[in-house]
């Protein structure tokens, strides 16, 4: 056998296919003994990049640019939607006074970023999406154990009776078989949806591999995180088994007395799967909370703060701008309203879109790839703040000029799905006036609102049903009348509120008891928001900071 041909032989120049490589061609993708080298790079010596064979692969393939060629990309530029400019790109006329960044920068970045994703993909989600799966499918194995000793159990109680009861215990019989395969079809179903999404999660698992190998700058710099997507994680199946309960014989009422089955018409239990508050992990609140660091926005007044990502926050204060900052404090990114007024109020959507509220045109609009798109626009009533939802619905607070009224909104897309606004003695919920309504979802869809009018926080469930008011507590300590400005939930269904009177954090349980109170020298605290570690994000209104606060562990 040709030792050269062995997996165990030593790497041989492609060229003479002898001697032994020390060099390769990191363009041509070739190996290159000394002698050839020479050959190898006679055409055009810029055309190559030759370096140690042990260090191949490891020159980046920058984009060549379309204009100057054989010239290469080396820089983004950042007034033209990060379009890849040459040198000589950023000396023509139609980049003049442009914002540059490096190229390398940007991949690195992006680098890490895809190395986060890949690893909660691998370690966090996936895993989640398999103990779904494994959850669902022990529960179509045992459906039918269930069902038998069901059946089993009819069986023996019919056993006692007449012949002439033979026809109810028949009929019974296969109203047990419809239910039985109603649920398994409901169990199979979502079984095959959650399989289909764990191929999806393998698929970008593979190619986020690709990219983490690849020196092709374009697909790395062109990621785009699926983390969102993947991180809202489908509702928690779970079927409960019917029961019989058997009644003593009575032959004039045998169809009604022979048993029931209960529930005949339940719907399947519900509830949700999170990545952030897994069943084994309860996040508790610290002793005493830490303040960890405090950016500075450069707003005469900061009015709302959202998350980005774990990373990135978005701000907005009394201008047109709104900002966008590192976690060090860094300015990231800057958009200026339209129609150059003041934005109510801030959010995020799930796939990362800035969305904010325009109450002189009555708008609620998004932000994509540096377009501004109207959302919704309201007639009559003006919008004042909004929240998205799990379902990545829009829940809107506004008010009526000149009738005073306030509600709450539920958007899907474009389209008013409900409305919330009166109690069940068709008393208003909120108070009738055009302040700020921050508002939240929590995580078991109740809806929060801060009505700072009403010194109450407003909590109803899904269906627009109140579920109670909080109206402040003894403990804090200034004890001046609760007046509630921001207001967020956490990954333990916690709900944070800003009372400015008393420059002070109520944090409250899902069920509106108070559980403590975050003061940490916080003045005329405003608009609210955590990221997905329960980190707490405060703004600081007259002095224009935000400050990041550990609550929890």
């Not at 022979?258 to 990545?275: C, D, H, K, N, R």
Request: hydrophobic content about 30%.
């Amino acid at each position: 056998m040709d030792p050269r041909s062995s997996t165990q032989d030593v790497h041989r120049c492609d060229l003479c296919k002898t001697a032994i490589a020390q060099s390769y061609c990191d363009f041509c993708h070739v190996n290159l003994c000394k002698p050839c080298l020479r050959e190898h790079i006679s055409d055009e010596y810029e055309t190559h990049k030759i370096v140690r064979f042990q260090d191949r692969k490891s020159t980046l393939i920058y984009p060549k640019c379309k204009l100057h060629t054989p010239k290469t990309c080396e820089l983004q530029c950042k007034n033209c939607d990060n379009i890849f400019v040459c040198s000589s790109c950023t000396a023509s006329e139609q980049h003049r006074g442009h914002i540059f960044v490096e190229v390398l920068e940007v991949y690195e970045a992006k680098k890490e970023v895809i190395e986060k994703d890949a690893e909660k993909l691998q370690n966090l989600i996936s895993p989640k999406y398999e103990e779904i799966a494994l959850e669902l499918d022990n529960q179509i194995t045992n459906l039918d154990g269930g069902y038998e000793k069901l059946t089993s159990e009819i069986s023996n109680q019919g056993e006692q009776w007449h012949r002439e009861i033979d026809i109810i215990i028949n009929k019974m019989k296969t109203e047990i078989g419809e239910i039985k395969e109603k649920y398994k079809d409901l169990l199979q179903k979502h079984f095959e949806e959650i399989k289909q999404i764990q191929c999806l999660i393998d698929k970008t698992l593979l190619d986020m591999s690709e990219i983490k190998k690849s020196r092709e700058v374009t697909p790395t710099i062109e990621y785009s995180s699926k983390i969102r997507e993947f991180s809202k994680l489908p509702y928690k199946v779970k079927v409960p088994l019917a029961t019989f309960i058997p009644h003593l014989i009575d032959r004039e009422q045998l169809e009604s007395l022979f048993g029931q089955m209960t529930p005949l018409s339940s719907a399947t239990e519900e509830s949700v799967w999170s990545i952030n508050q897994p069943n084994t992990s309860v996040r508790e609140l610290l002793d005493k909370p830490e303040l960890v660091a405090t950016i500075k926005t450069g707003y005469g007044s900061v009015l709302n703060v959202t998350c980005l990502n774990e990373d990135k926050i978005w701000t907005s204060g009394l201008t047109k701008e709104m900002k966008c900052f590192n976690i060090n404090g860094s300015l990231h990114q800057t958009n200026t309203i339209k129609s150059g007024e003041l934005p109510r109020d801030l959010a995020i959507d799930s796939y990362g879109n800035l969305l904010y509220i325009d109450d002189t045109l009555n708008t609620v609009n998004k932000i994509k790839n540096g377009q501004t798109n109207k959302l919704i626009r309201v007639k009559i009533w003006v919008p004042v703040n909004v929240c998205v939802t799990s379902a990545d619905n829009l829940l809107v607070t506004m008010y009526r000029n000149f009738i005073a009224q306030s509600k709450v909104v539920r958007y899907s897309g474009s389209s008013e799905k409900q409305t919330i606004q009166f109690d069940d003695e068709s008393k208003p919920l909120y108070s009738e006036n055009k302040e700020m309504k921050y508002i939240s979802e929590n995580r078991n869809h109740d809806i929060c609102v801060a009505d700072c009018r009403a010194s109450a926080v407003v909590v109803v469930n899904q269906d627009g049903k109140l579920r109670w008011r909080y109206t402040g507590h003894l403990a804090v300590a200034n004890i001046k009348t609760f007046k509630p400005f921001g207001i967020t939930t956490d990954s333990q269904s916690r709900i944070l509120t800003a009372d400015r009177n008393n420059n002070c954090i109520h944090i409250l349980d899902q069920n509106g008891q108070f559980l403590r109170h975050i003061d940490n020298c916080l003045n005329d605290p405003w608009g609210l928001c955590v990221d997905n570690n329960d980190n707490l994000f405060v703004c600081e209104c007259y002095n224009g900071n935000v400050k990041k606060i550990k609550y929890s562990k």
